[in-house]
């Protein structure tokens, strides 16, 4: 469940930590998590920004938030926006990332408008290897920076034609080897390696392998792949074969080796993919050098993407600059009515002031007091109050109080019944009991606004544990992994995947 969003009204002025002045253009996008918009700076050349809004509901996730934008704000590569500034909102629970605006369009508004909505390899090939360099350069930072939301619409065109740019570091990561970071931003599904669900996964470079797999196989095939999470149970669940079909399936004319260097890509299994987003680039690059019509772009048929970029862009300068008209208008028109309107309050004023030094007022004001209607002897009747909204601007969700489900246990390949029962919530914080994975005992957990859910349940005596952790979602399901810690809170090796549905324990 993701929080409704209150958006910046077009025209709003926003302020950062230096004083500097920006207005609110427009909306770029907004999600369950944030927006981003296009602002212009007030003082100086009046350049335009694009500034992405994170919710940031607890200090931890601020201080989160604060420590990758110091990281973003070094990296300097051509295919990525600069990061300039962060400042926060603390009362409005908001945090800012101020960065280049980058004018063009992303590949998912370009496939959408392509023939079957598949966009050529030959166009790949040449649009793509920017990112792929960007990549690179954000693995090889020290440490590595793991970008975990790589999709078409994370990946803008410039108008101006320099070649693609990988956007949106709202999910980036730093990578700590045999460390783990909790996060609970988990990607985008059908582009989210396994790693990334449940918000406790070890993510690294291979999880950008991912999801550049993910990527291309959408752009290529026109369809969107399985999400890894619903692969994962239906193959524990007995499906004979992974549910993702191979992209030549999909694309008779796709060579067969770049279809299976896809495959590699979005192995399930983080050890059986590339070990380097270049790696797999490289293998996509030979393999399609191989089939000369791969590489040959059908320019009649489909323009280039730089092409359709620029005249598909969806904030060209002339749009903005007659918003900045029409808003000019605008505060002319607003300035002008609040003057006529303090003069008229004026005048009114002062003839009430006259009309009530009269004689007169004294009498039409007893005439027309009106009369009590309390009984004798009777209490008077109490003003009524206008009643508050329930809970706070951004409730918790409500939990069931029972739930039920399965739990898949990744290192015996063993399917059980998950139970959560008898539920008590008190807003962030709730109680139950639980059975599943062969234990049961008391639970107990936290979530928070944005739907993120943590539990733990006590096992062996005190000596270990399992630790849960997911996201709500649509319909109250659940779903999440899960870990087994020893008594020192370390991870043992053990874990798995479960999923919950509001419903009543099976009778024994």
Known sequence: ????????????????????????????????????????????????????????????????????????????????????????????????????????????????????????????????????????????????????????????????????????????????????????????????????????GRTDIRTDVYGLGATLYTLLTGQFPCDAFERVLLLQNGAERDPLRPAHELVPGLPRAVS????????????????????????????????????????????????????????????????????????????????????VLTLVAGAVAIGLSSPLHSLVARSLAPRSSTAPGSAPAKATSQVPLAGDAYPYPALFADYVGTAQDLLTSTRTLLVLSHLQQHQGRFSGFFSGLGQSGPCSGTLNQQGVIHFTVSIYGGKASLVFEGMIKVGSQMAGSFEVHDENNRFTGESGLWSLSPGFPPSQ
């Open 260 to 343: 299976e260097d896809l495959q590699c890509a979005l192995a399930l299994n983080s050890q059986e993919r590339f070990a380097s987003v270049r790696e797999f680039w490289r293998a996509v690059v030979s393999h399609a050098r191989l089939d000369p019509e791969a590489t040959t772009a059908p320019e009649e048929a489909t323009p280039s993407l730089e092409a359709m970029a620029a005249s598909t862009e969806l904030f060209p300068e002339r749009k903005v600059q007659e918003n900045l008209r029409q808003a000019h208008r605008r505060r002319r028109r607003l300035v002008l009515s609040a003057l006529i309107l303090a003069l």
């Open 1 to 200: 469940m993701q929080r409704t969003q209150t958006r910046l009204r077009t025209g709003s002025i926003i302020k950062d930590p230096t004083q500097t002045r920006y207005r609110v253009e427009a909306c770029l996008g907004t999600g369950g998590f944030g927006s981003v918009y296009l602002v212009m700076e007030l003082r100086g050349s009046g350049k335009l920004f694009a500034l992405k809004e994170v919710v940031t509901t607890t200090e931890r996730e601020r201080r989160s938030l604060a420590l990758e934008a110091s990281l973003l704000m070094r990296l300097q590569h051509p295919a990525l926006p600069r990061v300039y500034r962060f400042f926060d909102d603390v009362r409005n629970q908001r945090s800012y990332l101020l960065m280049d605006y980058i004018r063009g369009a992303n590949l998912e508004e370009l496939r959408r408008l392509t023939p079957g909505r598949r966009i050529p390899l030959a166009h790949l090939l040449t649009t793509l290897e920017p990112v792929i360099d960007a990549l690179d350069y954000l693995h090889s930072q020290q440490p590595p920076v793991i970008h975990r939301d790589i999709k078409p619409s994370n990946i803008i065109v410039p108008a101006a034609g320099r070649g693609a740019m990988l956007v949106d570091f709202g999910l980036a990561k730093l990578y700590i080897p045999d460390g783990m970071t909790t996060t609970i931003r988990q990607g985008t599904p059908g582009y989210a390696a396994p790693e990334q669900y449940g918000g406790r």
